[in-house]
């Protein structure tokens, strides 16, 4: 059974950072692919960025290029968001989701955690 558990959301001003973390139980091989997503009030949940769990393969959202990386530790089963320079039209619930063939599609997810949320103030 595959857990997913995130960390690391909180209530920041905007242009500071937050480092977001998903660990991973039950899928430790290296080529599922763990995905962060972001749901804000009223709107879709919509794609962040994208990573193989033993790293590369990596994707981003246009609206989170340059600010946004996402980096796997795979020895720790866990992923990490690194979030920089927020804004506050990044607050939202941040979601992890993993897969074996996924992409940026939510459809290709089959695992989701709970969520943690993200709150930027201006």
């Known amino acids: 059974q595959v857990q997913l558990v995130e960390s690391g959301g909180g209530l920041v001003q905007a242009g500071d950072s937050l480092r977001l973390s998903c660990a991973a139980s039950?899928?430790?091989?290296?080529?599922?692919?763990v995905g962060w997503f972001r749901q804000a009030p009223g709107k879709e949940r919509e794609f962040v960025a994208k990573s193989r769990l033993s790293g590369g393969n990596t994707a981003y959202a246009d609206s989170v290029k340059g600010r946004f990386t996402i980096s796997s530790d795979n020895t720790r089963a866990t992923v990490y968001l690194q979030m920089n320079n927020l804004k506050p039209e990044d607050t939202a619930v941040y979601y992890c989701a993993a897969g074996l063939r996924a992409d940026t599609a939510l459809q290709g997810y089959d695992y989701w955690g709970q969520g943690t949320q993200v709150t930027v103030s201006s």
């Open positions: 039950g899928c430790t091989f290296g080529w599922y692919v």
